[in-house]
């Protein structure tokens, strides 16, 4: 004698009213998402953290970690702050740092000044 359940026999029970199984009307179409169904199963992202560390640093600008430590030690490097014995970047640095190399050609004036080595001799 076998005393099993039959889940057949049982009622289901469904919840019209959530945002799963919301029947389309004429103002929502059955393929858009419910307003705030989304909202509230997707985790909220973190703000962008205001200072970074080397390695956070380095990924951000797509250099070497390496390449920020030695410009710390002989300088042309973005501004750095110490905490303790922890060095962090400021995010505001980092961009001013970037945009301070921007230039348009080689030959840009600004790009020779900055680059002595760019300059060819003239023969």
């Known amino acids: ?21 919301r029947k389309a009307g004429p103002t929502a179409h059955a393929m858009r998402p419910v307003e705030g169904a989304i909202e509230a199963q997707a985790p909220q992202a973190c703000p962008t953290p205001r200072y970074l560390t080397n390695n956070e640093a380095a990924a951000f600008l797509r250099l070497s970690p390496r390449t920020l430590e030695k410009q710390r030690v002989i300088g042309g490097g973005p501004r750095f702050h110490k905490f303790g014995r922890r060095v962090m970047y400021a995010l505001t640095d980092l961009e001013a740092w970037a945009a ?24």
């Open 1 to 21: 004698m076998s005393h099993s359940t039959d889940l057949s026999r049982q009622p289901r029970r469904i919840d019209l009213d959530s945002s799963l199984h």
């Open 100 to 123: 301070d190399r921007s230039f348009e050609t080689t030959f840009d004036p600004e790009y020779l000044d900055r680059h002595p080595g760019a300059q060819r001799d003239e023969q």
